[in-house]
């Protein structure tokens, strides 16, 4: 099969000819830089650095093309980016000040070259007048925030070889909200205030539907799968209660995901980090037809026969490799061992696509990312 025809089948809950591999792009599915330049100094690839989305903050590698295929990666990346503007801005501001976004939040140095979410621009905000009075709502018409989209994934779609994963630079109603307020005052907020909180909620996603809207027009029918996503769970349980999900934040994505339905035939690919097990049945009720990253170091979400059992048929799981401790620390062997144990558990009848648990971070050894992608080739292929 060719990579764009197993994961379609993969998509379909059949069995194709090997499980599929999504490494690169996306940022929930990306490599940082560190790794990325180590990774191409092993595999003797000469291609420059860039960074994902051109937001070198954000600190993840947009992966070469000769690389991705040395890693026998399925999927293609077709995103789009900040205005023209606020990436010049970026260029041309004072060295390790702070990192603005169009949406008026950013992010803050903590030590030379890492950066962390701190710009709440609403912070101080506490009913709907607050968020109408806001001035630094984003553009969302700005031409240059798409303009190289249709090409790209046409480009993509007449090569027809490898599945197309498409990732507008927006951050999910949910997440949004923790950058505009900052998490402690937005989590606060929904506990106190769900009226309010709903309301933010509302407004972000007004404009996270402008940009899809907009993003899907270009993609036409040139894209396989729609990456949107909020990180809703920790290492044991939610961050919010199933209760309040439901009556606050469920709506919201469900209608998103309807809108995003009525302009595409593409399936929609939902990232949540940490132990989301509890809210597998609602995601999959309002829409969801992939669920990433699994992170199998986190609660219920690392039974993956029971996962397998209770979700298999209805959901496909895409990532499954541990980013908590085994990619980090554990051995080449243990890597393979972790890619085979994956892959037998959730492989079988389809429905499993490989990839590691969110970004491969900079303490990751690059030999263990070329063990994991050498051994979804090896062990991956049906019948498993």
Request: glycine share 8%; charged share 25%; proline share 7%.
């Amino acid at each position: 099969m060719t990579p764009r025809e197993r994961v379609l089948t993969t998509l379909n809950h059949e069995e194709p000819d090997r499980v599929p591999l999504v490494i690169g792009v996306s940022n929930a599915t990306g490599v940082k830089m560190k790794p990325y330049q180590e990774i191409k100094k092993i595999l003797k690839v000469q291609a420059p650095d860039r960074y994902l989305y051109d937001w070198p903050e954000l600190g993840t590698a947009e992966i070469d093309e000769e690389t991705l295929c040395r890693l026998h990666g399925d999927v293609r990346g077709v995103l789009d980016l900040e205005p023209e503007r606020v990436r010049l801005q970026h260029v041309e501001r004072e060295p390790h000040s702070e990192c603005i976004d169009s949406w008026g939040s950013g992010q803050v140095e903590i030590e030379p070259g890492h950066w962390y979410p701190g710009v709440h621009p609403l912070k101080q905000a506490s009913n709907k007048d607050d968020l109408e009075l806001y001035p630094g709502w984003p553009d969302m018409n700005d031409p240059t925030r798409i303009a190289h989209v249709r090409e790209q994934a046409t480009r993509l779609t007449e090569e027809n070889r490898y599945a197309i994963l498409a990732t507008p630079w927006l951050l999910f109603p949910f997440e949004r909200a923790h950058a505009m307020q900052g998490m402690e005052t937005y989590l606060l907020n929904m506990a106190m205030d769900p009226e309010f909180a709903r309301a933010m909620l509302v407004k972000i996603a007004g404009y996270c539907k402008e940009l899809m809207g907009r993003f899907l027009e270009e993609l036409g029918e040139n894209v396989d799968m729609i990456k949107i996503g909020d990180d809703l769970g920790t290492q044991k349980s939610l961050m919010i209660s199933p209760k309040m999900y439901r009556e606050i934040l469920k709506p919201v994505h469900a209608d998103f995901i309807q809108f995003i339905r009525e302009r595409t035939k593409a399936k929609i690919f939902f990232h949540s980090c940490g132990d989301v097990e509890p809210l597998i049945e609602d995601f999959i009720e309002i829409g969801v037809d992939i669920l990433n990253p699994v992170q199998t170091s986190s609660g219920k979400m690392s039974d993956l026969p029971a996962l397998k059992k209770s979700y298999g048929d209805k959901i496909v799981f895409c990532g499954g490799i541990d980013s908590h401790r085994i990619l980090p620390f554990g051995t080449v062997k243990e890597v393979r061992e972790e890619v085979r144990r994956v892959i037998e558990i959730l492989g079988p009848g389809g429905g499993c696509m490989i990839s590691s648990v969110h970004t491969v971070m900079n303490d990751v050894p690059p030999e263990n990312v070329i063990a994991m992608a050498e051994a979804v080739e090896e062990f991956g292929h049906y019948p498993i």
